[in-house]
């Protein structure tokens, strides 16, 4: 069966320090893999989504950035954190989108102090 | 271009009564349509999904909902709430790539 890793599940960052948020899945190959992040009170927002090895799709311009060193591993990365950038990450991914649903990571709680 | 839009943020009802939140969407192509549940420090859950068959879907818990091609709408219905029914739901459209959220509607049952 298809299992997605998201890490770690809450992580607390000062102001200027690096990011790097990793997700892995198992059990699937050549999956679609997103980013989104749901801020308080607010829907998800779709930041990444990767369709393969080193393709990245950016939706909205912003302080992150995204990479998909191998097939099944997706990493959020911000080299200068900002206080914007608190927030819920989503990690998911799919099968045949525009198909098949999308399957969620149990998210990390990123607080920016 | 794909988008999804919740026409209401929050809706209330007494346990017992009919549940309806409303989702419209607008598609390049022939999207599918997706309603996800989040209860509180929970992840999401599939309720239900469209992808071209039926037009009206069931889904877990009671929940149904209907595709409207002609008003680009799909709806979430229940025909009694229960207090457990009580979280944020979420609509979602999906075509090609990637995938689009609505807002959130966030259902408060009443006892």
């Known amino acids: 069966s298809q299992t997605i890793h998201q890490w770690p599940a809450t992580l607390v960052q000062p102001v200027g320090s690096p990011l790097s948020l990793e997700c892995t899945v198992e059990g699937t190959s050549n999956p679609n893999l997103y980013w989104y992040r749901q801020a308080a009170g607010r829907g998800l927002q779709l930041l990444f989504y990767?369709?393969?090895?080193?393709?990245i799709s950016s939706e909205v311009p912003q302080n992150l950035s995204a990479s998909r060193p191998q097939d099944r591993q997706f990493i959020l990365s911000s080299k200068k954190l900002l206080l914007s950038d608190s927030g819920f990450y989503l990690c998911?991914?799919?099968?045949?989108?525009?198909?098949?649903?999308?399957?969620f990571g149990q998210g990390t709680r990123l607080t920016v102090v | 271009a794909q988008s999804v839009t919740q026409l209401d943020s929050h809706v209330s009802v007494s346990e017992g009564t009919p549940v309806l939140l409303r989702c419209n969407y607008s598609?390049?192509?022939?999207?599918?349509l997706f309603w996800y549940v989040q209860h509180p420090n929970k992840g999401l859950q599939l309720l239900l999904k469209?992808?071209?068959?039926?037009?009206l879907v069931k889904g877990i818990n009671g929940f149904e909902a209907e595709f409207k091609k002609s008003e680009t709408s799909f709806h979430l219905t229940k025909p009694s709430a229960h207090m457990s029914d009580a979280a944020e739901y979420f609509c979602?459209?999906?075509?090609?790539?990637?995938?689009?959220f609505g807002a959130g509607t966030r259902l408060t049952v009443k006892p």
């Open positions: 998911a991914w799919s099968v045949r989108p525009g198909v098949t649903e999308a399957f």
């Open positions: 598609s390049s192509y022939s999207p599918s």
């Open positions: 990767s369709v393969g090895i080193g393709q």
């Open positions: 979602v459209v999906s075509d090609r790539n990637d995938m689009r």
């Open positions: 469209y992808t071209s068959a039926a037009t």
